[in-house]
Every structure is written in C-alpha cells, then in structure tokens.
C-alpha cells in the first residue's frame, strides 16, 4: 500500500501563507541534522562466535569509526539476596538485561547524543564505575544473546546479522572459557547450560533467527564474512545516501533481490537469463515508483455487498524512456499501467560538447502528467540532467518527475538531486561508485547491449 501523503489542495489566507513562509525561513536557518549512525545487530546463542564475527568488523572499516557494544553491558545488577542464590539465576533470559536503558542509548546515539554505558562487572554481578563513555559513530555493532529478541530494538537496525553454531561447539567453547580460562567449577557449568543456557536458547535465541538479515554458518567462516562486510559496505553507501537526499528510494532488499542482481551482474550469465531477471527487477522498481503518485480515497462495493475503503491513483502519467537502456523498461511500465504513453527522448555526446538531445517525442499534454523517467543505469547523471532539464522546459513540475533505474552511483545521486531536489529517485540498489572510464562500479555492464543482445 502506498504511504506516500496524500495531496490536498487548501485555500490559504494571507496569514497562513506568512506563517508558512516564517517557519520555512527559521528551518532553513536551523543547524543540520546530525549525521545518523548505521547500526548493525549481532545475534546467537552463547559461545556462537558474535565477538569474532564484531571483530572482523571492525577490523575491516578503517575508513569508519566504529563502535561495539555488548549487550552484556546491560545486565540487571543483582541484589545481595539474589547473589545468594545466584545458581538458581537464569542469565540468558531476557529479563535479566535492562533492555530500557539500552533502547534509550541507541535513540540518543541514534540522534548524535553522547550516552554513559554501564560497565558490568561479570564477578561481582553488579555494576561498577565509572561508566563506559560512547560517542556517536557511523557504524554502532550491537552485540549480544537476544539482540533480535525485542521488536523496539529490532526495528533501530539497519542491519540484522544471527551467528549460527552447533550447539556441541557452543558447549564446548562454554567449558573453556568458563572452566578452564576463568576457573569456575566444571560441574557448576553444565548444571548452568542444562538448567538455563540449553533451554533459554531454544525458547527466546533460536525463535529470533527468522528475523535476521543473514545468518553465519559459524562465526570462524571466512567466506560468510567476506560477503557480509560487503553486504555491509553496500548499505552502508545506500544508508548515507538516503541521509543525505530524502528524495532517493531504494526498494527494500531482500534475499530474491539480492540473488536477481547476482545474476545480472555475472558476465557468465545467458542473454535470456539477464534479460529475465532484469524484467523482474525492473518492474518492482516499476511498482516502487508508482507508489508515489499522489491518490485519492474511493469507497467501492465489493461483490459480497461490503463497503471497500480504498484508494484510486491520479490518472495523468506517461513514462518517458532515455533511448536505448531505458527502453528496456517501457514493457515492465506498460504491463502495470495499460495503455500509458510513453515518450522518448535520446541524448548522445560527451568531451567538451557534453550531452547533445538528439531526438525528443513527448505527448502533447506532458506539462499535466506525472511522469516516470526510465534509464536503468544512473551513472554521472548528465545524460539524465539533460533528460530532466528538457521536462521541466516542457513545463512538466520537477516534483512531477520520478526517476526510476536498476542501480545508481553515488556520483550521478548527488549531481541529480543536487540539481533537482523536488525530484524523486527510486532505484534497487546503489552501487560503490564510478571508475576511470565514467562506468558504475560494480556494476553490471553496458546494460543496453547485454539486454539487446548488441554486444561484441
């Protein structure tokens, strides 16, 4: 469903226009926005190897500050009565952890605010000063058994990562840390992993899993976290751009989205299979943009005799294709809306000349329309600079125009919405950037010939 707002139309008086005009004039003077961290939620069961999964993070990000905390941290300090009989205390449940005053760090660090940290001590079961003193990073690792566990906690991650290990390793890597590195009773152990460890895993650890983003066979597998720190590095460009312009959009990804676009950037792949996987991306990005047009509420009669309350969409929009890559998109754009027009527009050149329109085939009324610009690949964005620059002489709104591509570089995102920024961009994934040769990186190659088949 739509969650773009409606667009109404209200007559203003003159007050209510100086109002309006005031309080825009003291935002636009307001101090910016702090910069909002990308947290990354690391979840399994105990002796998994989360830490060494942190780790390996951090390690990877030089280019960013990078902060770890531990759920552990956050641990409930225990009364003397309760340290008493701490045996028969269940650690791994979630109401041992504080889980408040944890949602209350990660909203204030969340917001560019410094937060005081407890500092738990594991012998004496209680906090201990001083506190740890964290202040706000562009990457925030939260760590911990039951990370994924609360939705409020959940729903501040940008990433969700669950560590899965046998529980036979787990259990042993319990034994030497607890038994034979900090000393403790053996039988004391397992007594502990039967009683709480064990079950508390499968009741509140194991149940979060589904709500992962990816799942780590094993937190020593190389391989999972070389495609996670790239997987992170990937959001992590998207996460700053979407800061940075709220007019970008970047379809939700999920596993199905993320393997289509494996295969379409494979130089191994068929002609047929890019050119279908490519028609499945296209015409969710299709979807995406199309949910936001504006629209109107409408009360229907269902067959039944019950009352719908639905919506219906402005009925004014053509799509116009940057020939001959956004030509690719104009079946996806047709199989959603029927019989929509459709425009051309075809643009060529580059070195000192620029971008040349070449060709331009536009509906007679495009000035009234919302319209769909389609080109798959936004590189520098010129030729789309050009393309949209054309639209708005034809007297189409800027805030009329939603641009729509398969993948973006950062480049052509900041010369785009740097230029146009009432313009809206929807895009399945934002790349890393451009090489030497102005192509996007990684990329999927000269997306035109690959769909064509015009390729060498």
């Known amino acids: 469903m739509n969650n773009s707002p409606k667009e109404i139309a209200l007559p203003l008086n003159l007050n209510i226009k100086n109002k309006i005009s005031s309080l825009l004039s003291n935002a636009s003077k307001a101090p910016p926005s702090p910069k909002q961290p990308f947290f990354i939620g690391v979840a399994g069961g105990t002796a998994s190897g989360k830490t060494t999964v942190c780790n390996l993070i951090n390690s990877q990000f030089h280019d960013q500050r990078v902060v770890l905390i531990n759920q552990d941290s956050f641990y409930h300090s225990l009364s003397d009565e309760t340290l008493q009989k701490v045996n028969d205390y269940n650690f791994d449940h979630p109401d041992a952890f504080d889980t408040e005053l944890m949602l209350s760090c990660m909203d204030r660090l969340k917001h560019g605010q410094a937060v005081s940290i407890p500092n738990y001590d594991i012998n004496s079961r209680k906090r201990t000063e001083p506190s740890r003193q964290v202040h706000p990073a562009d990457i925030i690792v939260l760590e911990g058994i039951l990370v994924l566990h609360d939705s409020r906690v959940r729903n501040l991650l940008n990433m969700k990562i669950f560590v899965d290990e046998d529980s036979d390793v787990r259990l042993t890597r319990r034994i030497q840390r607890l038994a034979i590195e900090r000393g403790r009773n053996i039988q004391n152990v397992l007594d502990q992993y ?223 919405c740097e230029k146009f920024p009432m313009l809206k961009l929807v895009t399945s994934e934002i790349d890393a950037t451009l090489n030497e040769n102005s192509r996007v990186i990684p990329g999927m190659g000269e997306f035109s010939d690959r769909y064509f088949a015009t390729d060498d």
């Open 194 to 416: 039967c009683r709480f460890v064990k079950p508390s895993f499968e009741d509140f650890v194991l149940p979060t899993k589904k709500y992962a983003d990816i799942i780590i066979p094993g937190g020593d597998n190389d391989v999972a976290i070389d495609l996670i720190i790239q997987n992170i590095r990937s959001k992590l460009g998207q996460h700053d751009m979407c800061k940075i312009y709220p007019n970008i959009f970047v379809i939700f990804s999920t596993f199905q989205i993320k393997g289509m676009h494996t295969l379409i950037r494979d130089v191994g792949t068929s002609k047929h299979d890019f050119v279908f996987y490519s028609d499945r991306l296209i015409r969710l990005v299709v979807e995406h943009g199309l949910g936001h047009l504006p629209f109107t509420e409408k009360q229907v009669t269902t067959p039944t005799g019950s009352v719908y309350s639905g919506v219906v969409f402005c009925s004014s929009l053509c799509g116009v294709s940057i020939i001959r890559s956004g030509e690719s998109m104009e079946n996806a754009l047709r199989a959603c809306c029927k019989g929509i027009k459709i425009g051309k527009i075809l643009i060529l050149g580059d070195g000192s000349n620029g971008r040349q329109l070449i060709y331009e085939k536009l509906p007679s009324d495009i000035a009234n329309r919302h319209v769909l610009l389609l080109d798959p690949v936004l590189a520098t964005g010129n030729s789309a600079t050009k393309a949209i620059s054309l639209l708005l002489k034809k007297g189409v709104q800027e805030s009329n125009i939603i641009f729509l591509n398969l993948i973006a570089a950062p480049q052509g995102i900041n010369a785009i």
